[in-house]
């Protein structure tokens, strides 16, 4: 048994983080909620306006892209990683069966799910309180 997303892919977007009236590169900003039940029936809820870079891929391009069906996984992932209630192994767990749910390629979810085990400690080790936006476009700390 996996996990499963609440939020419908249909009501799953974000948008590009803008600051100083740049589009910040490898940033985006969530819109809506997104809320992950996990296998064992814990309820993670990804907030409104968290920023994220959706999925840090070295091989971006050659073996994965950016955009593609793991953008929900990634977002999940990425928060995980920011709020750390779990440790890391299970975080890591979350990718690969979001990264299921969403019908991610066999190998692709493996390869994802690899990328996050080899090298999100780098991650993990500097993460901080999860960023999201306020009305004014200005980053705050959720807490």
């Known amino acids: 048994m996996i996990g499963r997303f609440e939020t419908s892919i249909e009501d799953f977007n974000y948008r590009p983080l803008i600051a100083d009236g740049r589009i910040v590169r490898d940033r985006v900003v969530v819109e809506g909620d997104v809320v992950w039940v996990s296998s064992k029936g814990i309820m993670v809820t ?47 767990r979350q990718l690969l069966e979001a990264c299921e749910y969403d019908q991610v390629t066999g190998y692709r979810r493996w390869l994802v799910y690899a990328g996050a085990v080899v090298g999100g400690w780098l991650a993990w080790r500097g993460s901080t309180e999860p960023q999201l936006f306020n009305a004014t476009y200005e980053p705050e700390f959720y807490g």
């Open 46 to 92: 990804v907030k409104d306006g968290f920023i994220c870079n959706l999925a840090s891929l070295p091989l971006s391009g050659v073996l994965l892209y950016k955009l593609g069906r793991h953008q929900r996984a990634a977002v999940l992932h990425d928060w995980l990683y920011s709020v750390q209630d779990m440790g890391r192994s299970w975080c890591d």
